[in-house]
């Protein structure tokens, strides 16, 4: 029924009620008192009762669209985006795994990538005694500035000068953070907004994609070539680049492969961001982890022009990722970063600031630690690297590529010639299983096809997990036929056998 006939039925009704209640109201008699009958309900009753409803009504429904509009039927608890869309590639690949060691065989783990885990690499006594210095001053208990303690940022920026050879690093340039790895988190979010892309390496560490990908920041893969040493395909690179890309990543050295990226390689990097106007993230975590006959350069060390953010911290060289001590070092000559900076010292209120006790030890371990000290981790790497590349380049169905740095090295695996495994992801579950031997897929580097080992075994635990992969592999080739076979190891040539 319309309204507007609705209403005037309404008020037709309430007319003759009226008329009704003044005809039955109560009279007077003669004498002036009221007749002796039971009052009829008048107007002004009718009228309170009315409104009455009304407003009963009105806050009946205020409270039905309260609990529709704010309200829950039951639990409904969910998980931010962000968390959701966080993931750790490696942690989902070997959490897949169906992994049961070979009981008769010592489990070798050559897979984490933690020096400390075998208790060969130790931290220097030096470092050790500054961490106790720091704890017992009773100097350090307290918070620091979000960027870190000046005297901390100082010791960094002197112990860096290598990354600016023609002017001092200045204090206000060194941002200290927990860890390398915050570290990388606060540059690619500092430089990168939803929507954009960020160019990383391929094979890579897998955190570049964990930090990015819950922030709607895209993530490009440039390739390395592993025939080339795993310098970057240029051609390629520079494809990917649009009007959305915020930075170029470059990790050197670098994890997985172990390159170390030479001084004209670098400039072509450099160049190729100067003419599209990017800025570079360096993680630099290993830039003190080189074998002989390598050097490396800092890549803030070749440009004035391209603003450089360098990644680097105490894990890897001083042996103590738990420590949680990096920093980054900003490079920007010509101030092109812009509110970059401000947004980057920004983040460092997050979780204000780092480990105190850390920091404070930080001059003295900077300073005091011996270059022998160092030189010997270098020893141990090189050593068992050599000596992986010796054995593995013997094995059939196997490519080791000699690293130059870091400390893992990356193993190709001709995957057709193992036919009894679907990809580098069974091979890996598979020698586990059988030799008790546990390395990690190329998968878990964007990269399938190889496999990663870690270097910083005892040398002995090294050449016993050769030898298993040798065994394991001597096993699972699928063997070519007997002319094929001599040609490869060089015993006949193609010529003689009419090919």
Same mark, same amino acid.
């Given at each position: ?8 039925? $309404? ?36 009228? /309170? ?44 690949? =070997? ?47 307290? !918070? ?11 010791? =960094? ?28 988190? !606060? ?33 490009? !893969? $440039? ?117 970059? =900076? ?21 001059? /003295? ?7 022998? $000290? ?71 580097? /964007? ?6 080992? =870690? ?40 010529? /003689?056998?009419?090919?």
């Amino acid at each position: 029924m319309p309204s507007s006939v609705a209403k005037e039925g $309404y008020q037709f009704q309430r007319a003759n009620s009226r008329n009704q209640q003044s005809s039955s109201c109560p009279s007077r008699s003669a004498s002036g008192s009221p007749a002796a009958v039971t009052p009829p309900i008048c107007d002004d009753v009718v009228d /309170e009762a009315l409104a009455e409803l009304q407003l009963q009504s009105q806050q009946q429904k205020q409270k039905q669209m309260i609990h529709s509009v704010k309200g829950r039927s039951g639990w409904q608890i969910k998980s931010s985006k962000l968390a959701f869309n966080t993931h750790n590639r490696i942690r989902n690949i =070997v959490e897949s795994l169906k992994i049961k060691p070979n009981p008769e065989k010592p489990m070798i783990p050559l897979s984490i990538g933690d020096p400390t885990t075998f208790g060969n690499l130790k931290a220097a006594d030096e470092t050790m005694k500054a961490v106790l210095h720091s704890l017992e001053s009773g100097k350090f208990n307290g !918070y620091a500035h979000t960027q870190g303690h000046e005297a901390s940022r100082q010791a =960094v920026a002197q112990y860096s000068a290598h990354q600016r050879p023609e002017g001092a690093i200045e204090t206000s340039d060194v941002v200290l953070c927990s860890g390398c790895s915050s570290a990388l988190e !606060y540059c690619i979010l500092a430089l990168a907004d939803r929507g954009q892309n960020v160019l990383i390496p391929r094979p890579g560490f897998c955190l570049y994609h964990t930090l990015a990908e819950g922030l709607d920041i895209e993530v490009r !893969y $440039y390739d390395l070539l592993p025939d080339q040493q795993w310098r970057a395909d240029l051609v390629q690179l520079e494809g990917l680049i649009d009007e959305n890309t915020a930075a170029l990543l470059i990790n050197n050295p670098s994890n997985p492969c172990g390159s170390v990226f030479d001084e004209k390689h670098l400039r072509q990097l450099i160049d190729i961001c100067e003419r599209h106007y990017l800025p570079i993230i360096a993680d630099e975590i290993y830039e003190h982890f080189v074998f002989p006959g390598s050097k490396h350069l800092a890549v803030s060390s070749l440009t004035r022009e391209v603003p450089v953010l360098s990644c680097g911290g105490l894990t890897k060289r001083f042996l103590v990722p738990g420590w949680r001590m990096g920093w980054i070092i900003v490079h920007d000559r010509k101030q092109r970063l812009g509110n970059a =900076v401000i947004g980057l010292k920004n983040m460092c209120g997050r979780i204000l600031g780092s480990n105190t006790i850390i920091q404070g030890a930080l001059p /003295e371990i900077l300073a005091k630690t011996p270059q022998s $000290y160092f030189d010997g981790v270098i020893q141990v790497l090189y050593s068992n690297a050599s000596l992986a590349y010796k054995m593995l380049k013997q094995v059939r169905g196997l490519n080791p590529v000699m690293p130059n740095g870091a400390m893992y090295m990356m193993i190709g695996v001709s995957i057709e010639r193992f036919p009894a495994f679907k990809d580098d992801t069974h091979f890996v579950q598979e020698l586990v299983n059988e030799q008790s031997v546990f390395c990690l897929p190329g998968s878990c580097f /964007e990269y399938p096809g190889y496999v990663r080992i =870690v270097l910083t075994v005892p040398l002995a635990m090294i050449e016993e997990a050769c030898v298993r992969i040798a065994e394991f592999c001597e096993r699972h080739y699928k063997k070519e036929d007997s002319s094929r076979s001599f040609i490869e190891h060089g015993l006949l040539d193609e010529e /003689e056998l009419g090919f």
